[in-house]
């Protein structure tokens, strides 16, 4: 069984920058995907970023793009979401999610982390 912890959120204000880390409890498969989802009060669940864990092009939801970063330290079986000039509508929890298809859609993502708070005031 395969667990994810994120950390790294925070209350931060608008413009800072934030790191969100995700450590997953053992070696993921070559074909696997990591992705970043968030949840903002009220609203549905969304798409945030994805990348492959062996390499490949990372993808994002064009509401972040060009803001957020998402990496991999394989060595550490860890994926991070570097998200810098941060906006109010950033305010969301944030889950991290492991699938193994290169895909934005939920569905496709079989474990999933509890979530880490990102609070982004004006």
């Known amino acids: 069984q395969v667990q994810l912890q994120e950390s790294g959120g925070g209350s931060v204000q608008a413009g800072d920058s934030l790191r969100l880390s995700c450590a997953a409890s053992a070696r993921p498969f070559s074909n696997s995907v990591f992705g970043w989802f968030r949840q903002a009060p009220g609203k549905a669940r969304e798409f945030v970023a994805l990348v492959r864990y062996h390499g490949g092009s990372p993808f994002y939801a064009d509401s972040v793009k060009g803001r957020f970063t998402i990496s991999r330290d394989n060595p550490k079986n860890i994926v991070y979401l570097q998200m810098d000039s941060l906006k109010v509508e950033d305010t969301a929890v944030y889950y991290c999610?492991?699938?193994?298809?290169?895909?934005?859609?939920?569905?496709?993502?079989?474990?999933w982390g509890q979530g880490t708070q990102v609070t982004v005031a004006s």
């Open positions: 999610a492991r699938g193994s298809e290169y895909t934005r859609d939920q569905s496709a993502y079989e474990y």
